[in-house]
């Protein structure tokens, strides 16, 4: 089956990929982040565009990858909950605060009901991601609290024919070799009237874990294969009418991937409290594991010009499914009191976790003189679920008993409508006003079937039924001001909120409310020196309201959700590019956050609470982190241009998720160590058709925290570390 992927795959062929950096050093960028083609510059949001060239380029194929390279940008595990911008996180399973589109579209779970997983699509398949900083509650809706990430796809050229083939592979230390394929081509079927884009990939990921588990012993067993495309149908009857037709596909499959973290060994420094003590990504000790993740996304789109505004309309359905079986002997190790096994007992769990959703997005726009206007209605249809199954095994793997059954079927249905106007009060003064209502339904099950002697832990089985309703109005003010055609400096007021829900039966109430978030932030970007510099700043504070929270029951290791108190987020952003002499680019970003809680948390009579007082910092959130980088471009003849280039990567010391307290009273939440990560890079482009690109990453061996848990102080910690030193390659053609 894997030859079959590559072998059709390696047929594509590929359409070259665009030149936005991450480090924005052009005014020709466009972007998308106001639902409208602009310029970059001016663009009153802070957004970052990354674009799938320098992902490529520098085998950035995974957000974990990326993550550290943009402004406020979180990672704190493997699921769509656990990333976050600005610090806005509670950590632990809530609903997530970073909204994740394709295009217009939004994609996986509003709600965390599923637990959807973090959909890394290959750049092969994307034009650039872009990054949207602060809440975009006016024009993006629920769970952009934060801000948002967009993919944004290729449009099919009616007029060219072009594509792009690539090959690369790479070695990681003391591990295997991972390679990989992209390709895609854009035929105009029948000039100005309809094209086709055609994209595919094929990657595995070097696989570098040792397992030591006895019995089971195999060095290198982390294995991540990838594949997958997308294609699109442009068809253009009139002048005036537009209709894209797309399809995108990518599957997942591993082994020994435990999405609950857990991407190495972590050692225990406190037996008491389950300090970590980070010195070992290198081995894991469990029972083999498997996955499988699928993303789909199917859309129809209709741009038609009515000559006094522009009328759009998206149709999409998309599905995200995530099939799991790993270890989780540490997280139910409570299990052995009530079976009595053998010693080296195990218990593992098949997680199945599944969500479709439905959308329609209608909106009519225009753009004037004196106004800029968009008047909207969204609408979606989500239906996801959670199936879980614990395994006893004994040492072999056989199995002894099946203590727990269980299924949460959710249904989300939301209606909303939106607008934004802006008004031209000058030639150089901008002022954007939106507002948005929405309204959502939901629909919880709790189904349960409980092992006899497992009851003791778990309770008796269930079945309950839990409704839920929530409405939220957001909006945003912003003024703008261009100094110069280039240079821009603006306001932002904006709002933004995430729904509440149906919570868990081991929950102290039935469901927990919804939060919101007022940012209040001024930038200023643009060409400073034309042709040569380039700055991004912005100043922001972000007050929350009301704040999301997951909590461990120390008992059984369920997880429900409640309601906290207050917290905010302040700091700085900056990111800028020098030119300072032809060929030689300087390029870097910073960030400073101060994100903690501004109230103590509540506490609830007779279960779980977490602690945490007036003043802790926020989760995963580092104060100071940061990336500069540097490259020079040599011409070595007419038709041969060669570059090198460096990057270093800084991300400070973070902290944990808040702790349970009845599980551990006393103890304290643990840091996340900082670290540096330093990328060597070098390439030749002949005739800018050939390119072959020679990469290192990780040069040091750092050993990096990426993210970590306790489950709220309740378990052996786990943890994700950043991949050993890989050495690579890619070679690619256009043409």
């Known amino acids: 089956m894997k030859s079959t992927k590559l072998a059709f795959l390696c047929s594509t062929v590929l359409a070259s990929f665009p030149a936005a950096a991450i480090a924005q050093s052009s005014d020709t960028i466009v972007v998308t982040a106001q639902k409208r083609e602009q310029r970059l510059l001016d663009v009153p949001i802070p957004v970052t565009a990354v674009s799938a060239e320098d992902l490529v380029e520098q085998n950035l194929v995974q957000l974990k990858d990326v993550y550290n390279r943009i402004p406020g940008f979180q ?29 217009d579209i939004p994609f996986g779970g509003t709600t965390n009901a599923s637990q959807p997983v973090i959909p890394d699509f290959d750049p092969g398949t994307v034009e650039r991601i872009e990054v949207l900083r602060g809440p975009q509650g006016t024009l993006y809706g629920a769970s952009s609290l934060g801000g948002l990430i967009k993919y944004v796809t290729r449009t099919p050229s009616t007029s060219d024919f072009y594509g792009r083939m690539e090959v690369g592979a790479n070695k990681v230390d003391d591990g295997e070799v991972g390679y990989s394929a992209r390709g895609s081509v854009n035929v105009p079927v029948m000039e100005d009237f309809a094209a086709l884009s055609v994209s595919g990939f094929y990657r595995t990921d070097p696989a570098y874990l040792d ?29 005036d009418l537009k209709i894209t037709l797309s399809a995108l596909r990518q599957e997942v499959s591993t082994d020994f991937s435990d999405l609950s973290y857990s991407s190495g060994a972590v050692q225990l420094d406190n037996v008491l409290d389950f300090s970590p003590e980070f010195d070992d990504r290198t081995t894991i000790n469990t029972l083999p594991s498997v996955g499988d993740q699928t993303f789909a996304l199917y859309s129809g789109r209709v741009d038609l010009n009515l000559g006094w505004a522009e009328l759009t309309s998206i149709t999409s359905w998309g599905k995200v499914d995530n099939l799991l079986s790993n270890d ?30 439905w959308t329609q997005e209608l909106r009519l726009g225009s753009e004037g003189d004196k106004f800029d206007w968009l008047l909207g209605f969204f609408y979606q249809d989500e239906n996801a679920t959670l199936e879980q199954t614990l395994f006893l095994l004994d040492g072999s793997g056989s199995l002894l008993a099946t203590p727990y059954i269980g299924a949460g ?39 349960t079937i409980i092992d006899g002697p497992a009851q003791m832990f778990f309770g008796p089985s269930t079945s309950v039924t839990t409704p839920s309703e929530d409405d939220a109005f957001t909006w945003m003010v912003s003024p703008s001001y261009h100094f110069t055609p ?103 970003n910073f960030t400073y956050t101060d994100a903690e809680l501004t109230e103590d948390l509540p506490t609830f009579p007779g279960v779980d609470t977490l602690a945490g ?41 973070r902290r944990s998720a808040f702790q349970n307290t009845a599980a551990n009273p006393g103890t304290f939440r643990f840091d996340l160590p900082s670290y540096n990560l330093l990328d060597l ?28 848990t306790t489950r709220n102080g309740t378990n052996a910690p786990r943890a994700v570390f950043t991949q050993p030193r890989t050495i690579g390659f890619t070679l690619s053609r256009e043409f």
């Open 409 to 447: 079927p959710q249904s989300y249905k939301e209606y909303a409508g939106f607008a934004s106007v802006t008004y031209h009060a000058t030639d150089k003064l901008d002022i954007q006003v939106g507002g948005r209502f929405a309204k959502n339904k939901q629909s919880y099950d709790e189904n």
């Open 211 to 239: 397992n030591i588990r006895p019995g089971f012993e195999e060095d290198d067993v982390n294995e991540r294969e990838s594949w997958g495309g997308r294609a699109s149908l442009l068809l253009t009857p009139t002048d």
């Open 328 to 357: 989780v002997t540490s997280v139910f190790s409570f299990l052995g009191s009530a079976y009595s096994p053998p010693p080296d007992f195990a218990v593992t769990i098949a997680n199945g976790g599944s969500s479709d959703k």
């Open 613 to 653: 007082f007036d003043g802790d910092r926020l989760p995963f959130s580092s104060k100071w982190s940061g990336t500069v980088s540097a490259r020079k471009s040599i011409e070595l003849s007419p038709d041969l241009l060669g570059y090198v280039g460096l990057s270093y990567t800084y991300v400070g010391d």
């Open 681 to 708: 890079q070098a390439g030749l482009d002949f005739q800018e058709v050939w390119n072959l690109n020679l990469y290192v990453r990780n040069l040091t061996n750092e050993e990096g925290v990426i993210a970590a």
């Open 75 to 103: 990672y704190g595990g493997p699921r769509a909950a656990d990333l976050s911008l600005r610090g806005i996180t509670t950590g632990g399973q809530t609903n997530p605060t970073l909204a994740i589109l394709i295009d």
């Open 486 to 588: 280039d240079i821009m400096g603006y306001a932002r007021v904006a709002s933004g909120y995430r729904p509440g829900g149906p919570n868990t039966a081991v929950a102290p109430q039935l469901s927990f409310g919804s939060d919101k978030v007022i940012n209040y932030e001024v930038g200023l970007k643009g060409e400073i020196v034309p042709g040569q510099l380039t700055l991004d700043m912005s100043v922001f504070q972000i007050n929350w309201t009301n704040i999301q929270l997951q909590n461990t029951n120390s008992a059984n290791q369920f997880t429900y959700l409640t309601n906290g108190g207050e917290a905010r987020s302040r700091g700085v952003e900056f990111a800028g590019v020098w030119t300072p002499l032809d060929g030689f680019e300087l390029s870097g």
